[in-house]
């Protein structure tokens, strides 16, 4: 599961070089050892003439063991599992002899980003192609110690087989000799029939150690003389310390140290270009860190601090204010970002018009592992443990802020108890970067809930108002959508009117191709409110509501909401979801996951009282998917999911149990911000501090979710994000088909389906 | 600070701890004892869960103090080979993402089956009404609660209570 901007490197996936992006060698230990380029390094280096210098690897040794180096960061997608069997398979592999490593930050392995549902789509090409020219390496080496036909050697899980002699070598007795041999060229990749791992139910690699306790995420570091530390942070956003006294803290048991921590400008999170003065928003938080023998002394010394503070650029902002100025801003012209046709003079003289408003609010990430990291600054170096989704970018602020260079700097990535985009930020690693130097030692910085959901970079709240047009036959003739929103892409790299390539529209360009006349409009809240990448991005507030609108437009024009959505896609090809993915859209895989879903949900059938079914469609990060949930609405108003089925086209499957499991955990997430989640501010302040004014979906909340597969062998496409964004608007329609009541504001302001 | 005795995983321990110190602490950054999670410090999420004196207990806010002298079980100390019938069912249903929340997930269940070898929906949803996994894995944590019960049954709840204690 991952987020990225849309406007990074990091979609520039499946565009590696095409030429030579493999080298082989010799390793120490006399085994194969296969670097690859993942991109984009592959396509940077061939353009800039450079040479090769692979971003990943594979080692097969004498013994047979085959180790895959993991540049990406597992936080529950199942990355370390994923790409490992992408390689076994083409490798024809044992996969009892698998294993994978996880990368420190080197340059070397170019983008080490983990976001945008990408890992896979963008390593699938390269580390097939390193698997089968391993294989095929490892074949010749076999045919020559036999003499053999070529033609005449197979493979099968580690081992090189001459049928016809009845002879076997295994990998690692064939390693040191393949090593020598010149790496072919366009080895060919396995027909999908002969798949034996791809698309198994292969069991996560770390699943043996989390059960037992022995899985090691950022927060189990310890290093020898490792102090342990604690930050006081500005409350409000923008705050400064203005004085301290460390004298009670100091008296605290276990103290060692109390040390401001500057508020100092962080880089771009993905080495994007920021004009000087470009106004962004973007600094680490400063404050003052209580410096300690344990976690407890430092928390203790923490509550015995003084701190005077500087109220900062957004002391006066309230949640209600920021709402009142997007719903003003939503009633004029707002930036024209896309218009097709005469949108307004369509709209005007519609016979039949439809309007509504729809609100979202800011958002906490919270992963259950809360930010921290352990650094050692020392002798001009850095070192650093940390749960990171970015650790190139993390690695860019430490440079510049330390004033050292790159490498000097060894980032240990560990996994991440969840990330969910919050970790694709990397302040937190330079502040503990800052408190080790100060303090002269390794110093753990622990974050408490409190300090995660007061200091995070919240999804943008947004307003959204929809119009269209119905005809005489109740056809569209025209939608119009201006969402209000304060941007993304402004706090981390300044300006504040984004394009189609930015991070604030995608999810709302269903259905542009589809009506003769549309137009997407944006306008921007100016807030000090931090705001950042949280799991499905954009989708998640545009979704909503244009998938809540169609439903609207339905009701309006006698439709079938299912019916419509068949409609909007017959129509005509959609062009791409604005600010999303490059690819236009397959209609036929988009109306195939909805007729799926349909299908398996039971539409049409009635339901008894009280309960209503309700559905929502997607395109994104490469991947198709429907879903349909079904919602009982009790008379007090609380609502329950009961069930949820899910529809996804995403390509090539790897694992389907890991699909399975990110449709599962992906409609919690969303239905978590559907149900309960609001961050609210006042005096320019996160008011919520942990789970009990913060809910999560608990146990009791998950609805029963089936997954239905539509089976394929095109391109691989995301699985993290594209389950998060359809969960709100497909219960907004449920709850509408059970009650006539549409619920236009997140998290759903259940009390006004009561019935008095 | 005075010397606090405890037994954790069946092995006694002198820490030199304020009395106010939660276990959680204690556990993790005296005892090197990781796999219990800090998740919210408030008893709110149920990623600090160990069993004191078999019953599930939220460490975070467990003073040392109080589980002086008294027999506290860790993930780690759940089974001394990894195979409680919970960690088994875990595995076979796939249950953790992350995995972050999980041993405290496992330490509720396997306490919930030493007491009940054949829970409800019902009950499990009881059991674990305080724990939150974020990542959403609660429809696999019901499926592998079952499969533990089913497999435990005939072993009776010696084994789903944990073999350290």
Aim: proline content about 7%; glycine content about 10%.
């Amino acid at each position: 599961m991952s987020i990225a901007p849309r406007n990074s490197k990091l979609h520039n996936f499946n565009q590696f070089a095409r030429r030579d992006f493999l080298k082989a060698g010799v390793t120490a230990g006399a085994g194969l050892v296969i670097g690859l380029y993942l991109p984009p390094l592959a396509r940077e280096a061939e353009a800039a003439g450079k040479d090769f210098a692979p971003n990943a690897f594979v080692e097969i040794t004498p013994t047979g063991d085959v180790h895959l180096w993991c540049a990406r960061s597992e936080m529950g997608q199942g990355v370390r599992t994923s790409m490992l069997m992408i390689l076994a398979e083409e490798l024809d592999a044992d996969w009892t002899r698998v294993k994978v490593v996880q990368a420190d930050f080197d340059a070397k392995y170019g983008d080490m980003t983990t976001g945008g549902s990408e890992s896979v789509r963008g390593s699938w090409t390269p580390l097939r192609k390193a698997g089968a020219t391993a294989r095929d390496m490892l074949v010749t080496a076999a045919q020559q110690s036999w003499s053999v036909p070529k033609s005449e050697c197979t493979t099968r899980a580690g081992t090189v087989i001459h049928a016809k002699t009845k002879r076997e070598l295994a990998y690692g007795e064939l390693a040191t000799k393949a090593a020598m041999l010149p790496v072919p060229q366009d080895v060919p990749l396995k027909d999908p029939k002969d798949y034996r791992i791809l698309e198994t139910k292969k069991a996560r690699v770390d699943g043996p150690f989390i059960v037992i306790g022995e899985a090691h995420y950022g927060i189990d570091t310890k290093v020898p003389g490792m102090l342990y530390a604690v930050v006081a942070r500005p409350p409000a956003f923008g705050g400064r310390v203005k004085t301290f006294d460390p004298a009670h803290a100091q008296a605290v048991a276990g103290v060692r140290k109390v040390v401001e921590v500057p508020a100092v400008e962080m880089p771009p999170l993905f080495g994007e270009e920021r004009k000087e003065n470009s106004g962004h928003q973007h600094y680490l938080w400063g404050g003052v860190a209580v410096v300690a023998d344990s976690t407890w002394q430092a928390i203790s010394g923490r509550k015995a601090l003084t701190v005077e503070w500087e109220p900062g650029a957004g002391a006066d902002e309230t949640t209600e204010k920021q709402r009142a100025s997007c719903a003003e801003m939503v009633k004029g012209s707002g930036k024209e970002l896309r218009k097709i046709g005469d949108p307004v003079a369509a709209l005007a003289s519609s016979p039949k018009k439809v309007e509504a408003e729809y609100e979202l609010p800011f958002v906490a990430h919270t992963p259950m592992e809360p930010p921290n990291c352990t650094a050692h600054v020392h002798d001009g170096k850095c070192e650093i443990w940390a749960p990171t989704q970015n650790a190139p970018g993390m690695a860019t602020a430490l440079a510049s802020t330390l004033n050292i260079p790159l490498p000097a700097i060894t980032i240990h990535v560990t996994l991440l108890g969840g990330g969910f985009g919050r970790r694709l930020n990397i302040e937190y690693g330079v502040e503990a970067a800052l408190i080790s130097r100060a303090a002269g030692a390794p110093v753990k910085v622990f974050w408490t809930r409190d300090d995660d959901l007061r200091h995070d970079y919240y999804r943008p709240m947004s307003h959204h108002r929809l119009r269209a047009g119905l005809g005489a036959q109740n056809q569209i003739t025209a939608w119009l959508h201006h969402v209000a929103a304060p941007t993304t892409d402004g706090f981390y790299l300044g300006g504040d009117i984004p394009d189609m390539g930015g991070t604030e529209l995608g999810g709302a360009g269903f259905p542009n191709g589809s009506v003769p006349n549309y137009l997407l409009e944006a306008s921007f809240l100016h807030t000090a409110v931090p705001r950042g990448y949280w799991r499905s991005v954009d989708v998640s507030w545009n979704h909503f509501a244009v998938q809540s609108f169609i439903d609207e437009v339905a009701a309006a024009a006698g439709k079938d909401p299912l019916e419509l959505r068949r409609q909007l896609i017959a129509a005509k090809p959609p062009a791409a979801e604005a600010g999303g993915d490059e690819k236009p859209v397959n209609v036929e895989r988009l109306r195939r996951v909805l007729d799926l879903a349909a299908e398996k949900a039971g539409w049409g059938k009635p339901l008894p009282a009280g309960r209503g079914r309700g559905i929502a469609n997607l395109y994104s990060w490469g991947t198709y998917i429907a879903q349909a949930a079904e919602v009982t609405v009790a008379k007090d108003g609380n609502i329950h999911v009961d069930r949820v089925v899910v529809a996804v086209d995403c390509g090539q499957v790897i694992n389907p149990d890991m699909v399975a499991a990110q449709m599962e955990g992906g409609i919690a997430f969303g239905l978590t911000a559907a149900l309960f989640s609001e961050v609210t501010i006042e005096n320019g302040q996160t008011q919520q501090s942990n789970f009990d004014n913060y809910p999560m979906v608990r146990i009791s909340d998950m609805p029963r979710v089936e997954v239905y597969i539509v089976p394929s062998h095109a391109d691989p496409g995301g699985i993290g994000e594209p389950p998060v964004p359809s969960i709100a608007p497909a219960v907004a329609n449920a709850i509408f088909a059970a009650t006539g009541k549409r619920l236009r504001r997140l998290p759903f302001q259940t009390q006004e389906l009561a019935q008095s | 600070m005075d010397a606090i005795s405890i037994k954790v995983n069946g092995k006694a321990h002198s820490v030199e701890v304020t009395p106010d110190t939660p276990l959680l602490w204690v556990l993790r950054d005296t005892l090197g004892l990781t796999g219990t999670k800090f998740g919210c410090g408030m008893a709110l999420c149920g990623a600090c869960t160990v069993h004191i004196d078999g019953e599930p207990t939220r460490s975070c806010i467990t003073r040392i103090a109080a589980a002086a002298g008294r027999s506290i079980t860790t993930i780690e100390g759940l089974s001394p080979d990894g195979r409680n019938p919970v960690q088994l069912a875990w595995l076979a249903e796939q249950v953790p993402q992350c995995g972050y929340c999980q041993a405290g997930m496992i330490m509720t269940s396997a306490a919930l089956l030493a007491k009940n070898s054949a829970p409800s929906d019902a009950d499990i949803d009881d059991a674990l009404a305080g724990h939150i996994c974020r990542c959403g894995t609660y429809q696999r944590i019901r499926e592998a609660i079952h499969q533990a019960a089913t497999k435990s049954k005939p072993q009776s709840k010696k084994v789903a209570s944990g073999g350290a204690q």
